[in-house]
Nanobody
């Protein structure tokens, strides 16, 4: 059974940093595109960033470009999101998942509980 467990969230002041982790199990991790999403209260889940299976290509939502960095460790089945220069509008539950392809790929796993990120002074 495919499972994702996110961690690393917390309360941080504007301008601060956090590093999120996603542990994947039940999936051939190194063969899939991996993605981060977030969902704020009362809003739709939105795409944040993804990285291809070989960690060669990455792409980001415009609002996080230059501030967030996605990475992966295929040997450890781990996905990461380094978040710098955080803003209050980054407050959300952050989730990860795998996709079948770089273009037009489908989500393959059930959503985990996510990790809460709160940016506030």
């Amino acid at each position: 059974q495919v499972q994702f467990v996110e961690s690393g969230g917390g309360l941080v002041q504007p301008g601060g940093s956090l590093r999120l982790s996603c542990a994947a199990s039940g999936v051939y991790f190194s063969t899939f595109v991996m993605s981060w999403y977030r969902q704020a209260p009362g809003k739709e889940r939105e795409f944040i960033a993804d990285i291809d299976s070989a960690a060669v290509r990455t792409r980001y939502r415009d609002s996080v470009k230059g501030r967030f960095t996605i990475s992966r460790d295929n040997a450890e089945n781990m996905l990461y999101l380094q978040m710098d220069s955080l803003k209050p509008e980054d407050t959300a539950v952050y989730l990860c998942n795998a996709k079948t392809a770089w273009v037009g790929g489908a989500i393959i796993g059930n959503w985990g509980l996510g990790t809460q990120v709160t940016v506030s002074s």
